[in-house]
């Protein structure tokens, strides 16, 4: 069993930045990938940002590209997400996802995850 707690998430200003962090606990293993995703209230979860194994592919919504980061430790078990010039329809709630084998297509979909975290509240004031 995998666990994943996220955090950095709060309450930012439009323009400003945070930084999320997963940490991944349980089976000491290399999860293949994972990935960050996002839900507004009422909307669909939907796919922000994803990285591979040993950072050798990463993936963004067009929504954020140029603006969000992902990157991962792989000694400390913890991927991040650097988001910068953030703006209001960013609020959301951010779930961290991982998938423990490997994938050969691009890993935009949340049935492409095994497991998830409980999710850190994003609010972006305007």
């Known amino acids: 069993q995998v666990q994943l707690v996220e955090s950095g998430g709060g309450l930012v200003q439009a323009g400003g930045s945070l930084r999320l962090s997963c940490a991944a606990a349980g089976r000491t293993f290399t999860p293949y990938i994972m990935g960050w995703f996002r839900q507004a209230p009422g909307k669909e979860r939907e796919f922000v940002a994803a990285i591979r194994r040993f950072a050798e592919s990463t993936y963004y919504a067009d929504s954020v590209k140029g603006r969000f980061t992902i990157s991962r430790d792989n000694a400390k078990n913890t991927l991040y997400l650097q988001m910068n010039s953030l703006k209001p329809e960013d609020t959301a709630v951010y779930y961290c996802?991982?998938?423990?084998?490997?994938?050969?297509?691009?890993?935009?979909?949340?049935?492409?995850?095994?497991?998830w975290g409980q999710g850190t509240q994003v609010t972006v004031s305007s």
């Open positions: 996802a991982l998938r423990s084998g490997g994938l050969g297509y691009e890993p935009t979909g949340k049935y492409d995850y095994d497991y």
